[in-house]
């Protein structure tokens, strides 16, 4: 049994490399405190609320009510109901180790109880790993996962934590009805559909109220309509489009939504946008699948027709009229036939000249698409075969035995498929076709648990860790780059051993980094490591920002997305996170930057950045400050949490319980900076406490406001009217080192902290490639992980290589 | 007889019944003869995080706390719950009653245990069941569905931050459904496949589950000690469907109630939360008036600070920020009265709720007459986990004495008010957790 004392130590350690909060001795550190201050009415000889303290065992994780009795004590101590006030204080040097002694403690025994031993526990796959995967297996891209209840995170944010992710009745019914719902989908029956192909040039109008036009402006719309369409399969709509663009300004950028149901009013939903970028005709190209967007009603619709709306999503920040009324003499003819001239207001949509503009000449529709009959996707389910021959059961044995390997990412034993079609057999005499039988069969398959988690059942004797199987190793792989199943490449692989050699591993994960999915790991690494979904949280409040538009949260967080692959595609240095002499820009967020000649259309491209931009690094990245803003103003504490869970894997205590507003007697305190308000709060020593080791990080950025914009002064509103006060982002970190604002944080982060952020990057993407929390036991490999990481100037793939490599990841 | 668009059309009701012995849903909305005197037992608990303001009695703002002045039958309320006046009889406040397990517990951490009491800290989060999951346990096969589980935020959230108020058998969290359009299709979204296919799916599903319930206890037996654990959920879920098909299949015959959609916001989110949290009401309402369900919970918002999508609406609303920092800044200089709008906008939401309820006859009453309802928090001002801002509403049918305001000291567990509610309901409950008994003022 490994000893209390070296959890204590060497957890502090996983949080924070450096170890800066050591945990206090007890006997030498904290027992002399309780003694002094405590053993009076909580010791030998009274026991106030039967509460003694100087034998209280310091064995957290056996012992429970000790545990909860020293929990106890530390919200009386942080309350400041302890000592009670005619007895002495505790000096602040006391305290700290006292609180410092008891959080710490604490927090191990919670870690212990929560270890399994470094053993991840059994996953299952999350909402987008579902989606992925569901797609993937079926070969239809479709909603599969839109109604699962969301997933529960980890500690650290992560989505595919195996202890988080729970199962539910109601989770099991949603696999079930989606199983059916995408089955039904991939496999088809009868002669193969007509094709249907129109093309229409003239918009449809149904008030006046629109502006129904092929020329889309700042306002206007064009409204395809298509009389016949199909109920599902895939289809296409081809814009052919030309683009008046105008000096200067970004490209226009067409907008289409697709489909409406008049009956239900069910809205159209977003079929995509593109930036139209050449004068010349040329024809964009909209895919998607009939299923995924609202079908009209053939039989009681008052608008007959399938809808497409086009729209021009140009936006350059500045807001327009769209219209004006103005009064047209019109001649009306009166009851006794009598010619008037009435005046008569009418509605003129305005031009603006300085709109870049989108010509539409013509939309088609074709759909549906299939490239062959039966298509490919019903196909790899009723697999060309001798055995079609030889009798149903004998085919519907290969059917499912073929689609179980896929769906189980593994070979499967002849006793297995025989289990599964047993169903089979039930139900194929009341099934009205031989397709329908083998639909419910498969639809089991997709509920078994061996699909719906990586299960990887254990092959020794329960003790020591074991080596994964090939084909573990291949799904534990393509979950982690790729958030979904195996493709046959990486099956085939794992099938011939090949996964076990470093170089061909490599091989693979160079292939797998190189695949669009890889996308996917990007969007969900990034997403969870730095909580993007926060700007999400945030509402932006318009008294404080005039100007702000909901639209551009998108591309915020697309920019921190795009960094991150630009980092890892590149092979650039990961110190780039903090500091970077480029950013990833698009036309939206280089306008909100205020970045001169950057990138005219919504792609994302990177931009070298100007020698006097404050920007560069993640910290000032407009997703993070917004997410960690209040919508009105910086929010320097949310800020400095940030820096330190997730850039410097050190997370402060969370509050105690009971915690006083940041309030002070002084009536001017509204007026103050944040920085005075924080100091103010500090004075107060339980805050400071921890307070001290938290708000520096985050007033270093106080020169961007709350939607990331810099900033020499502060806007606040007091009553009704607004004040200012000058920007102040001075400051002393923890350790006494003074800096001035965001460049000097960035540089001390880099001179002072590279080894910290190398290892807090080596613990998340751990982390995050095995799905589990990571413990005390892992620290020598996270260790060998980091040197090999700095060694290979902080480049993300061989930190990936190193994972992939690793026992932790390679073991269960 | 009603015309309103909801209630079922008794012809094609008999006609699908017919032969077939079941235990009919409750039988008010067709206005058919043969009522049970009184109507169902229901109950609803509606939460909000962080409590409300409570400024001091002699503090300058007053009139913008949540607990009215006075005490006992002699009572008025202040600015915050005006909207309630109507209601007066119909309700009690509740000064004073927190759970003493939750007192001891983060300022965050309490709402996991609002309507389970239970002993929730350490490392072992585990809870136990709530009092809604009892009631439905209870009420059981009455109704289509046994309870209807709701939440802003949605899903369960994580342990000390839970996303739902409700607790099953084992204190496994029970999903909250979050998206208006879902819940609709759930309760009353028709089924366009034939009776006869929609029959033999719901056959084909229980021998999948016959099937796949086999084929699991195999993959446990391989699986390792803590994979086993984990897996027990799995297991627990499929035993529960299969439950919960041969409910269906009994339900079959018996047509979803038809109710009119186009009044509901059944795309609102959390991006539109006026017509959000009001369209969640209206569900409730639907589904106890439809009495596909007699147990419903909606969290409004959960309490994980940083993470709830819920946190914004009051900013969305105009109120000026999130519902976190309203909380927090309840007793700066005009604090009180800012998150006082906010808890009189919330308390206008449930008027609404309690309006409808009261207009709506049922036996020789009202809906709200044999409906309770429980409104609050788990902390009083923000993470202060005692004197909770509580009221009960309805149920006066059901043995409930309204029409009070009454304050408690610490020495009463909350519950005992959990307690006398499940009493009420007919759900026999001598204890609950930590309770002492009922609270004697409140029952009739």
Same mark, same amino acid.
């Given at each position: 049994?490994?000893?209390?004392?070296?959890?204590?130590?060497?957890?502090?350690?996983?949080?924070?490399?450096?170890?800066?909060?050591?945990?206090?001795?007890?006997?030498?550190?904290?027992?002399?405190?309780?003694?002094?201050?405590?053993?009076?009415?909580?010791?030998?000889?009274?026991?106030?609320?039967?509460?003694?303290?100087?034998?209280?065992?310091?064995?957290?994780?056996?012992?429970?009510?000790?545990?909860?009795?020293?929990?106890?004590?530390?919200?009386?101590?942080?309350?400041?109901?302890?000592?009670?006030?005619?007895?002495?204080?505790?000096?602040?040097?006391?305290?700290?180790?006292?609180?410092?002694?008891?959080?710490?403690?604490?927090?191990?025994?919670?870690?212990?109880?929560?270890?399994?031993?470094?053993?991840?526990?059994?996953?299952?796959?999350?909402?987008?790993?579902?989606?992925?995967?569901?797609?993937?297996?079926?070969?239809?891209?479709?909603?599969?996962?839109?109604?699962?209840?969301?997933?529960?995170?980890?500690?650290?944010?992560?989505?595919?934590?195996?202890?988080?992710?729970?199962?539910?009745?109601?989770?099991?019914?949603?696999?079930?009805?989606?199983?059916?719902?995408?089955?039904?989908?991939?496999?088809?029956?009868?002669?193969?559909?007509?094709?249907?192909?129109?093309?229409?040039?003239?918009?449809?109008?149904?008030?006046?109220?629109?502006?129904?036009?092929?020329?889309?402006?700042?306002?206007?719309?064009?409204?395809?309509?298509?009389?016949?369409?199909?109920?599902?399969?895939?289809?296409?709509?081809?814009?052919?489009?030309?683009?008046?663009?105008?000096?200067?300004?970004?490209?226009?950028?067409?907008?289409?939504?697709?489909?409406?149901?008049?009956?239900?009013?069910?809205?159209?939903?977003?079929?995509?946008?593109?930036?139209?970028?050449?004068?010349?005709?040329?024809?964009?190209?909209?895919?998607?699948?009939?299923?995924?967007?609202?079908?009209?009603?053939?039989?009681?619709?008052?608008?007959?027709?399938?809808?497409?709306?086009?729209?021009?999503?140009?936006?350059?920040?500045?807001?327009?009229?769209?219209?004006?009324?103005?009064?047209?003499?019109?001649?009306?003819?009166?009851?006794?036939?009598?010619?008037?001239?009435?005046?008569?207001?009418?509605?003129?949509?305005?031009?603006?000249?300085?709109?870049?503009?989108?010509?539409?000449?013509?939309?088609?529709?074709?759909?549906?698409?299939?490239?062959?009959?039966?298509?490919?996707?019903?196909?790899?389910?009723?697999?060309?075969?001798?055995?079609?021959?030889?009798?149903?059961?004998?085919?519907?044995?290969?059917?499912?035995?073929?689609?179980?390997?896929?769906?189980?990412?593994?070979?499967?034993?002849?006793?297995?498929?025989?289990?599964?079609?047993?169903?089979?057999?039930?139900?194929?005499?009341?099934?009205?076709?031989?397709?329908?039988?083998?639909?419910?069969?498969?639809?089991?398959?997709?509920?078994?648990?061996?699909?719906?988690?990586?299960?990887?059942?254990?092959?020794?004797?329960?003790?020591?860790?074991?080596?994964?199987?090939?084909?573990?190793?291949?799904?534990?792989?393509?979950?982690?780059?790729?958030?979904?199943?195996?493709?046959?490449?990486?099956?085939?692989?794992?099938?011939?051993?090949?996964?076990?050699?470093?170089?061909?591993?490599?091989?693979?994960?160079?292939?797998?980094?190189?695949?669009?999915?890889?996308?996917?790991?990007?969007?969900?690494?990034?997403?969870?490591?730095?909580?993007?979904?926060?700007?999400?949280?945030?509402?932006?409040?318009?008294?404080?920002?005039?100007?702000?538009?909901?639209?551009?949260?998108?591309?915020?967080?697309?920019?921190?997305?795009?960094?991150?692959?630009?980092?890892?595609?590149?092979?650039?240095?990961?110190?780039?996170?903090?500091?970077?002499?480029?950013?990833?820009?698009?036309?939206?967020?280089?306008?909100?930057?205020?970045?001169?000649?950057?990138?005219?259309?919504?792609?994302?491209?990177?931009?070298?950045?100007?020698?006097?931009?404050?920007?560069?690094?993640?910290?000032?990245?407009?997703?993070?400050?917004?997410?960690?803003?209040?919508?009105?103003?910086?929010?320097?504490?949310?800020?400095?949490?940030?820096?330190?869970?997730?850039?410097?894997?050190?997370?402060?205590?969370?509050?105690?319980?009971?915690?006083?507003?940041?309030?002070?007697?002084?009536?001017?305190?509204?007026?103050?900076?944040?920085?005075?308000?924080?100091?103010?709060?500090?004075?107060?020593?339980?805050?400071?406490?921890?307070?001290?080791?938290?708000?520096?990080?985050?007033?270093?950025?106080?020169?961007?406001?709350?939607?990331?914009?810099?900033?020499?002064?502060?806007?606040?509103?007091?009553?009704?009217?607004?004040?200012?006060?000058?920007?102040?982002?001075?400051?002393?970190?923890?350790?006494?080192?003074?800096?001035?604002?965001?460049?000097?944080?960035?540089?001390?982060?880099?001179?002072?902290?590279?080894?910290?952020?190398?290892?807090?990057?080596?613990?998340?993407?751990?982390?995050?490639?095995?799905?589990?929390?990571?413990?005390?036991?892992?620290?020598?490999?996270?260790?060998?992980?980091?040197?090999?990481?700095?060694?290979?100037?902080?480049?993300?793939?061989?930190?990936?290589?190193?994972?992939?490599?690793?026992?932790?990841?390679?073991?269960? | 007889?009603?015309?309103?668009?909801?209630?079922?059309? @008794? @012809?094609?009701?008999?006609?699908?019944?017919?032969?077939?012995?079941?235990?009919?849903?409750?039988?008010?909305?067709?206005?058919?003869?043969? #009522?049970?005197?009184?109507?169902?037992?229901?109950?609803?608990?509606?939460?909000?995080?962080?409590?409300?303001?409570?400024?001091?009695?002699?503090?300058?703002?007053?009139?913008?706390?949540?607990?009215?002045?006075?005490?006992?039958?002699?009572?008025?309320?202040?600015?915050?719950?005006?909207?309630?006046?109507?209601?007066?009889?119909?309700?009690?406040?509740?000064?004073?009653?927190?759970?003493?397990?939750?007192?001891?517990?983060?300022?965050?951490?309490?709402?996991?245990?609002?309507?389970?009491?239970?002993?929730?800290?350490?490392?072992?989060?585990?809870?136990?069941?709530?009092?809604?999951?009892?009631?439905?346990?209870?009420?059981?096969?009455?109704?289509?569905?046994?309870?209807?589980?709701?939440?802003?935020?949605?899903?369960?959230?994580?342990?000390?931050?839970?996303?739902?108020?409700?607790?099953?058998?084992?204190?496994?969290?029970?999903?909250?459904?979050?998206?208006?359009?879902? #819940?609709?299709? @759930?309760?009353?979204?028709?089924?366009?496949?034939?009776?006869?296919?929609?029959?033999?799916?719901?056959?084909?599903?229980?021998?999948?589950?016959?099937?796949?319930?086999?084929?699991?206890?195999?993959?446990?037996?391989?699986?390792?000690?803590?994979?086993?654990?984990?897996?027990?959920?799995?297991?627990?879920?499929?035993?529960? #469907?299969?439950?919960?098909?041969? @409910?269906?299949?009994?339900?079959?015959?018996?047509?979803?109630?038809?109710?009119?959609?186009?009044?509901?916001?059944?795309?609102?989110?959390?991006?539109?939360?006026?017509?959000?949290?009001?369209?969640?009401?209206?569900?409730?309402?639907?589904?106890?008036?439809?009495?596909?369900?007699?147990?419903?919970?909606?969290?409004?918002?959960?309490?994980?600070?940083?993470?709830?999508?819920?946190?914004?609406?009051?900013?969305?609303?105009?109120?000026?920020?999130?519902?976190?920092?309203?909380?927090?800044?309840?007793?700066?200089?005009?604090?009180?009265?800012?998150?006082?709008?906010?808890?009189?906008?919330?308390?206008?939401?449930?008027?609404?709720?309690?309006?409808?309820?009261?207009?709506?006859?049922?036996?020789?009453?009202?809906?709200?007459?044999?409906?309770?309802?429980?409104?609050?928090?788990?902390?009083?001002?923000?993470?202060?986990?005692?004197?909770?801002?509580?009221?009960?509403?309805?149920?006066?049918?059901?043995?409930?004495?309204?029409?009070?305001?009454?304050?408690?000291?610490?020495?009463?567990?909350?519950?005992?008010?959990?307690?006398?509610?499940?009493?009420?309901?007919?759900?026999?409950?001598?204890?609950?957790?930590?309770?002492?008994?009922?609270?004697?003022? #409140?029952?009739?």
């Amino acid at each position: 049994m490994i000893s209390l004392r070296s959890i204590v130590s060497t957890i502090a350690c996983v949080s924070a490399s450096t170890c800066l909060a050591q945990v206090p001795d007890f006997e030498t550190d904290v027992r002399p405190i309780i003694e002094k201050h405590c053993a009076k009415c909580h010791g030998p000889e009274k026991q106030k609320s039967k509460v003694r303290l100087d034998t209280l065992s310091t064995d957290l994780i056996s012992d429970r009510p000790a545990a909860e009795t020293w929990h106890d004590a530390l919200n009386a101590i942080n309350l400041g109901e302890m000592p009670p006030e005619d007895e002495p204080e505790l000096s602040s040097e006391d305290r700290k180790i006292l609180t410092t002694w008891i959080r710490g403690t604490l927090k191990s025994a919670i870690a212990a109880q929560k270890s399994t031993g470094g053993e991840v526990i059994m996953r299952r796959l999350n909402r987008m790993e579902y989606q992925n995967t569901m797609t993937d297996l079926l070969g239809i891209k479709a909603d599969y996962g839109k109604n699962l209840p969301p997933d529960t995170p980890s500690e650290d944010g992560f989505k595919n934590n195996g202890a988080a992710l729970s199962m539910s009745p109601l989770q099991l019914e949603y696999y079930l009805a989606s199983a059916r719902e995408g089955l039904s989908r991939a496999i088809v029956s009868g002669p193969p559909p007509e094709k249907i192909k129109i093309t229409t040039t003239e918009s449809t109008k149904k008030s006046n109220r629109e502006n129904s036009t092929n020329r889309l402006g700042y306002s206007g719309s064009f409204v395809g309509k298509f009389l016949e369409f199909p109920d599902e399969g895939a289809f296409i709509i081809r814009v052919k489009a030309r683009a008046e663009l105008v000096e200067g300004k970004a490209f226009p950028r067409l907008k289409a939504t697709f489909g409406y149901r008049a009956d239900t009013q069910t809205p159209s939903a977003e079929l995509g946008e593109i930036d139209i970028i050449s004068s010349e005709a040329t024809t964009y190209e909209f895919r998607g699948r009939m299923e995924q967007f609202p079908v009209q009603s053939r039989t009681q619709s008052k608008y007959p027709g399938q809808l497409v709306m086009l729209e021009n999503a140009f936006d350059d920040g500045i807001k327009r009229k769209d219209k004006r009324t103005i009064e047209k003499e019109v001649e009306v003819k009166n009851k006794k036939g009598k010619v008037q001239i009435k005046k008569q207001k009418q509605t003129e949509w305005i031009e603006h000249d300085d709109v870049p503009k989108i010509v539409i000449d013509s939309v088609e529709f074709e759909g549906p698409i299939y490239k062959s009959w039966p298509p490919e996707h019903h196909t790899r389910i009723f697999l060309p075969s001798a055995n079609r021959e030889n009798g149903e059961l004998i085919y519907a044995q290969e059917i499912v035995g073929n689609f179980m390997t896929r769906a189980y990412r593994r070979p499967v034993e002849k006793t297995e498929v025989q289990s599964m079609l047993r169903l089979y057999t039930k139900i194929r005499p009341t099934s009205a076709t031989f397709e329908d039988a083998i639909r419910d069969t498969l639809a089991l398959v997709l509920v078994s648990p061996d699909f719906l988690y990586l299960v990887e059942p254990e092959t020794g004797d329960g003790k020591a860790k074991t080596a994964l199987t090939d084909h573990e190793l291949a799904s534990r792989l393509s979950y982690f780059l790729w958030s979904t199943m195996p493709d046959a490449a990486l099956f085939e692989a794992a099938s011939n051993g090949e996964l076990r050699a470093p170089k061909k591993l490599a091989t693979q994960i160079d292939r797998m980094l190189a695949h669009e999915k890889s996308w996917q790991f990007v969007e969900q690494f990034t997403n969870q490591w730095l909580d993007l979904a926060s700007v999400d949280r945030v509402a932006v409040n318009p008294d404080y920002y005039a100007d702000w538009d909901d639209i551009i949260k998108p591309s915020m967080q697309a920019e921190t997305r795009h960094f991150f692959a630009e980092i890892l595609r590149h092979d650039l240095s990961a110190l780039n996170f903090i500091d970077s002499d480029f950013a990833m820009l698009n036309e939206p967020m280089a306008r909100h930057y205020g970045i001169k000649n950057g990138p005219r259309g919504n792609a994302f491209e990177r931009v070298t950045l100007p020698a006097d931009s404050p920007r560069g690094g993640l910290m000032t990245q407009a997703s993070v400050l917004l997410g960690n803003s209040t919508g009105e103003d910086s929010h320097p504490i949310l800020r400095a949490v940030w820096i330190r869970e997730r850039l410097l894997n050190d997370p402060p205590a969370p509050p105690p319980p009971n915690v006083p507003p940041l309030e002070s007697e002084d009536p001017n305190f509204a007026k103050l900076s944040v920085r005075k308000q924080l100091e103010i709060h500090r004075n107060d020593p339980a805050c400071d406490d921890c307070h001290r080791g938290i708000d520096p990080w985050g007033i270093a950025l106080e020169n961007f406001n709350a939607i990331g914009n810099w900033r020499t002064e502060i806007r606040r509103k007091n009553g009704k009217k607004f004040i200012t006060q000058p920007a102040e982002a001075q400051t002393e970190l923890p350790g006494g080192h003074t800096i001035d604002g965001v460049a000097d944080l960035q540089d001390f982060l880099k001179e002072h902290r590279k080894d910290q952020f190398a290892r807090a990057i080596v613990a998340r993407l751990t982390g995050y490639a095995l799905g589990r929390n990571l413990e005390f036991t892992d620290e020598s490999e996270l260790d060998a992980l980091t040197e090999q990481f700095s060694e290979a100037d902080y480049q993300l793939r061989p930190l990936i290589y190193g994972i992939a490599n690793s026992d932790l990841f390679q073991t269960k | 007889m009603s015309n309103k668009p909801w209630h079922l059309n @008794r @012809r094609t009701f008999l006609r699908s019944t017919a032969g077939v012995s079941l235990s009919l849903p409750f039988l008010e909305c067709m206005g058919a003869g043969e #009522i049970a005197k009184n109507g169902p037992k229901r109950m609803c608990a509606v939460y909000f995080p962080y409590g409300a303001s409570l400024p001091k009695n002699d503090s300058p703002d007053a009139n913008w706390s949540w607990m009215p002045n006075g005490e006992g039958r002699d009572f008025t309320f202040n600015n915050s719950l005006k909207s309630l006046e109507p209601f007066q009889n119909d309700l009690t406040v509740f000064k004073g009653l927190s759970h003493p397990n939750g007192r001891k517990m983060g300022g965050h951490d309490t709402a996991d245990i609002w309507l389970t009491g239970a002993q929730f800290k350490g490392g072992n989060f585990r809870n136990s069941t709530s009092i809604d999951q009892l009631a439905a346990q209870h009420f059981g096969e009455t109704t289509r569905y046994s309870s209807l589980t709701m939440s802003t935020d949605g899903g369960v959230g994580e342990p000390t931050r839970s996303s739902t108020l409700s607790f099953g058998r084992n204190g496994q969290p029970v999903p909250a459904h979050n998206r208006p359009r879902l #819940i609709f299709d @759930r309760f009353f979204g028709i089924n366009a496949d034939s009776m006869k296919s929609q029959r033999q799916e719901l056959k084909t599903s229980g021998s999948m589950l016959d099937l796949l319930l086999d084929h699991s206890k195999s993959v446990r037996k391989n699986l390792g000690h803590q994979d086993q654990q984990k897996f027990d959920e799995y297991l627990e879920s499929v035993r529960s #469907i299969e439950k919960r098909v041969d @409910r269906s299949q009994r339900w079959l015959d018996i047509p979803k109630p038809e109710v009119d959609a186009s009044k509901l916001h059944l795309d609102s989110d959390e991006s539109t939360p006026a017509e959000y949290i009001r369209t969640m009401y209206d569900l409730i309402f639907l589904a106890f008036q439809t009495d596909s369900t007699r147990v419903a919970t909606y969290q409004l918002g959960n309490m994980n600070g940083a993470t709830s999508v819920a946190g914004q609406f009051p900013q969305l609303l105009g109120f000026g920020n999130k519902i976190h920092s309203l909380a927090h800044g309840w007793n700066k200089t005009g604090g009180a009265e800012k998150l006082g709008k906010w808890d009189q906008y919330l308390a206008e939401q449930l008027a609404h709720f309690l309006t409808r309820l009261k207009e709506t006859p049922e036996a020789d009453g009202s809906m709200l007459d044999s409906t309770i309802v429980l409104y609050g928090s788990s902390n009083s001002n923000t993470h202060n986990n005692n004197d909770y801002p509580l009221l009960l509403a309805g149920g006066s049918k059901l043995g409930l004495n309204h029409g009070q305001f009454l304050k408690f000291s610490k020495d009463t567990p909350l519950t005992n008010l959990h307690v006398t509610m499940l009493n009420r309901l007919g759900v026999p409950t001598e204890g609950f957790v930590d309770s002492t008994g009922e609270l004697a003022e #409140i029952v009739a």
